[in-house]
């Protein structure tokens, strides 16, 4: 099978919600990192086969496909299409997938993979609420559905729920979720202060480093909030940021590197998907790892950098338990906790910090993984070249 290339990837800023970039228009933001993927890739725009973002709750300034909206909001040729997809939070991960499937295939040569979300104009799931009950529609997915009662009854479909079932199934106290948001604190403030996010992040605007990182958090800080389903032991401390944010890279096959002079800096060694209880959510990165190890015939000790989504404390937790990876090697520059989540644009965000944090360091394999709902995971191993 064709190989597919990771040639140039660029992200904004995360910012915070109701930031400096609270009021970009959606598509604003992905022409934003779009136009610079152009710039610093060299490539002719117009030889672009096709763009894949990763967006959730398309409604409002995100309907309409956000990412042909983008491409055209930056001023790039028409003739380029773009298609917006929605794999919940592993959105842009996914469009990754789709993208590197098309060079891998055969069918595409130049294929840009991204995602945007701006969460301080349309919080989680409530675009979809909204657009909803003017017609009568008060179920949401899950509630109505005969099926679905059958196989998992009234059980909560919320990923708080989720993230208190993993926190008591793996044994992880409250002060063990504070004391790994802190430390994520510390790595993003860290990493900023030492410009590891300097090359990756293209600047909106006077917004030029992350909002989220909280340089005066502490334990005693975050042993005060109050927990966010009563009787549990999940605080917005352990949860990801409600975030603003862009992120795109371009893939190439090997026709498309000759053609087009490109350099590539990674390949994509191996991309799947898994699922797993949908009701506990967020645990599927344990399994999906499994089996990404188990098809690659890697180990998780050939792993140089892993990025795996800090939806909420516990779930990195956990996957640490389980994986037996070193936590010096996971998430070393800060995850969600402290850089926040714009949730279609994370996959894609987590895969650039990736991409030049294996450059930084010289490490060979990075592997990414995230939970989503539904109860899947995405994974994704590239090879620095």
Same mark, same amino acid.
């Given at each position: ?229 009563? +009787? ?91 994986? +037996? ?61």
């Amino acid at each position: 099978m064709a190989e597919a290339f990771i040639v140039e990837a660029v992200r904004t800023p995360v910012g915070r919600r109701r930031g400096r970039l609270a009021a970009v228009h959606p598509a604003d933001l992905g022409a934003h990192v779009l136009r610079a993927l152009v710039e610093r890739s060299g490539i002719d725009p117009a030889a672009v086969d096709d763009v894949v973002f990763g967006c959730l709750d398309t409604v409002g300034p995100q309907a309409g496909d956000i990412a042909r909206t983008s491409w055209l909001a930056a001023g790039l040729p028409e003739e380029v299409p773009g298609v917006t997809v929605d794999r919940q939070c592993g959105s842009s991960q996914q469009a990754v997938h789709f993208a590197a499937q098309g060079v891998m295939s055969g069918t595409q040569d130049l294929v840009v993979a991204g995602g945007v979300q701006n969460m301080s104009q349309i919080p989680i799931a409530f675009a979809s609420r909204r657009a909803a009950e003017p017609l009568g529609l008060t179920d949401g997915p899950f509630a109505g559905s005969a099926g679905w009662r059958a196989r998992y009854g009234d059980a909560p479909v919320d990923q708080f729920h989720g993230a208190e079932l993993i926190a008591r199934k793996w044994g992880i106290s409250r002060r063990d979720m504070e004391e790994y948001a802190l430390g994520s604190h510390r790595r993003a403030v860290r990493a900023i202060d030492e410009g590891r996010f300097a090359r990756e992040t293209v600047a909106y605007g006077d917004v030029t480093v992350d909002e989220g990182p909280r340089r005066d958090t502490t334990l005693e800080r975050m042993a005060a909030l109050p927990p966010v389903v009563e +009787g549990g032991t999940i605080t917005a401390a352990c949860s990801s940021q409600v975030s603003d944010g862009a992120a795109a890279m371009l893939l190439a096959g090997e026709r498309a590197v000759r053609e087009h002079g490109l350099t590539p800096r990674a390949r994509v060694h191996h991309l799947s998907v898994r699922g797993e209880d949908p009701i506990r959510m967020l645990s599927a990165p344990i399994p999906a790892t499994a089996r990404a190890l188990k098809k690659t015939g890697l180990t998780i000790d050939d792993i140089d950098l892993v990025e795996i989504n800090e939806a909420f404390a516990p779930v990195v937790l956990a996957w640490l338990k389980e994986t +037996g990876a070193d936590p010096a090697r996971v998430n070393v520059n800060g995850g969600a906790i402290a850089l926040g989540h714009p949730l279609g644009a994370t996959g894609v965000r987590l895969m650039t910090t990736l991409l030049h944090e294996l450059e930084r360091t010289g490490g060979r394999f990075g592997l990414q993984t995230m939970c989503e709902g539904g109860g899947q995971a995405n994974v994704t191993v590239i090879e620095r070249m």
